[in-house]
T-cell receptor
Framework: GQNIDQPTEMTATEGAIVQINCTYQ??????LFWYQQHAGEAPTFLSY????GLEEKGRFSSFLSRSKGYSYLLLKELQMKDSASYLC???????????FGKGTRLHILP | EPEVTQTPSHQVTQMGQEVILRCVPI?????FYWYRQILGQKVEFLVS????????KSEIFDDQFSVERPDGSNFTLKIRSTKLEDSAMYFC????????????FGSGTRLTVV
């Protein structure tokens, strides 16, 4: 099974940088995903890490350390539209499914 | 951009009634999933489907639930006898394979059991 922990809520200012952390425990590991979910909408895929290191995609970057069971999502140049929940999810080796954490609700202040 | 389509967007049903939630996955995708999200809670895995059969299911997916791919394009979730606690947003998702692209989710069906 999996256990995924991330902060419940965070607040940041428009234009700033924010880092959302995620720790996980799995019996096997085959990838970590970050999704964005606006209120009342479906999750949308942001990033995938399976090897250690940083993956950069525009304003968003995701980092993984498999030995530490740790990932973070870094959002730069924050915009008001980035106000959403950010879901960390993991996939076990041999599985099709991904399991989601409870999500971090990010509030952006002007 | 290809989409996963879900219908209806909102369904209200009486406790004990059967409901069928419908999904049209992206056409070249091979893996299909149902997830649910109770209001204010996390997205929970229900079932995955590949090669015309269930590949994994969670403890939530008990005998009251079933899935079907009746015609090669639709993917349905049936709840036989709904309970109040089945009220949730149900998301269908599909993926081309078990790759790094993650899933594409549909916009969801909000099921309200009264």
């Amino acid at each position: 099974g999996q256990n995924i922990d991330q902060p419940t809520e965070m607040t940041a200012t428009e234009g700033a940088i924010v880092q959302i952390n995620c720790t996980y425990q799995t019996s096997g590991f085959n990838g970590l995903f970050w999704y964005q979910q606006h209120a009342g909408e479906a999750p949308t895929f942001l990033s995938y890490n399976v090897l250690d290191g940083l993956e950069e995609k525009g304003r968003f970057s995701s980092f993984l350390s498999r030995s530490k069971g740790y990932s973070y999502l870094l959002l730069k140049e924050l915009q008001m539209k980035d106000s959403a929940s950010y879901l960390c999810a993991v996939r076990d080796e041999g599985d099709d499914k991904i399991i989601f954490g409870k999500g971090t609700r990010l509030h952006i202040l002007p | 951009e290809p989409e996963v389509t879900q219908t209806p967007s909102h369904q209200v049903t009486q406790m004990g009634q059967e409901v069928i939630l419908r999904c049209v996955p992206i056409s070249n995708h091979l893996y299909f999933y149902w997830y649910r999200q109770i209001l204010g809670q996390k997205v929970e895995f229900l079932v995955s489907f590949y090669n015309n059969e269930i590949s994994e299911k969670s403890e939530i997916f008990d005998d009251q639930f079933s899935v079907e791919r009746p015609d090669g394009s639709n993917f349905t979730l049936k709840i036989r006898s709904t309970k109040l606690e089945d009220s949730a947003m149900y998301f269908c998702a599909s993926s081309v394979d078990r790759s790094n692209y993650g899933y594409t989710f549909g916009s969801g069906t909000r099921l309200t059991v009264v």
